[in-house]
């Protein structure tokens, strides 16, 4: 599976900060029923890399690690059973080990300086981050134009309310969001389902 297929999957990934591996499982079978298959879990709790492994025992569940700023944390996030990578940031350092590897990776990108170092890597798709404070769905109009390959996932800021805006610009083939998770399961799953039906 190619970061592209990963993306096309769903058109909203949920961004997930999981401070109890207890509750990934759960959380993750509500989102995978509602729709939202491809889930980002963000290393920044100790919990990370145990929810990462039991999210991976949910079938049809797409896990990947985020937040990933160091290849020991990329080591870590493929031995917990990582299917891809998202970094904030786009650096040789980190790219280069991930891209021989072959696990699908998508390095955050603000700047047209960021793709260009992600083309010279052979990179073309990227998450824009973060969105909002970065320029918003204006910024990264400007920015696809002269990088006509690229493809994108926005994430920072992006809403329920905001997603359907990213979601109908062409080069954007799924936004990254926080917003579907939180309180109960069953919201959980029926705000996955309404993040679901945002697709194209």
């Known amino acids: ?9 769903s058109p909203v990934i949920p961004v997930l900060v999981i ?3 207890a509750t990934a499982r759960p959380l993750a079978e509500a989102l995978v029923k509602g729709g939202l298959k491809v889930l980002e879990v963000t290393l920044r709790t100790p919990a990370a890399l145990d929810a990462i492994a039991e999210m991976k025992k ?11 700023v160091s290849t020991q944390q990329f080591e870590q996030a493929i031995a917990a059973g990582s299917e891809f990578i998202v970094s904030p940031g786009l650096t040789e350092a980190l790219a280069e080990p991930i891209v ?9 990108v603000a700047t047209a300086g960021d793709i260009m170092r992600g083309y010279a ?4 798709h990227f998450k824009f981050f973060p969105a909002e404070t970065s320029g918003g769905l204006k910024a990264l109009k400007a920015l696809a134009a002269p990088f006509f390959e690229a493809r ?3 994430t920072g800021g992006i ?3 905001t997603a359907p805006d990213w979601l109908a610009f062409d080069p954007v083939l799924c936004v990254g969001g926080s917003w579907v998770t939180g309180g109960a399961l069953a919201d959980v799953e029926a705000r996955a389902g309404a993040a679901a039906r945002l697709g194209r």
């Open 1 to 9: 599976m190619t970061i592209e297929d990963i993306m096309r999957t």
């Open 19 to 21: 401070d109890d591996a």
């Open 58 to 68: 949910v079938e049809g569940a797409i896990v990947g690690a985020g937040t990933v």
């Open 100 to 108: 021989n590897s072959n696990v699908p990776y998508l390095p955050g």
């Open 121 to 124: 890597l052979g990179l073309r």
């Open 152 to 154: 994108f996932c926005p």
């Open 159 to 161: 809403s329920e309310v």
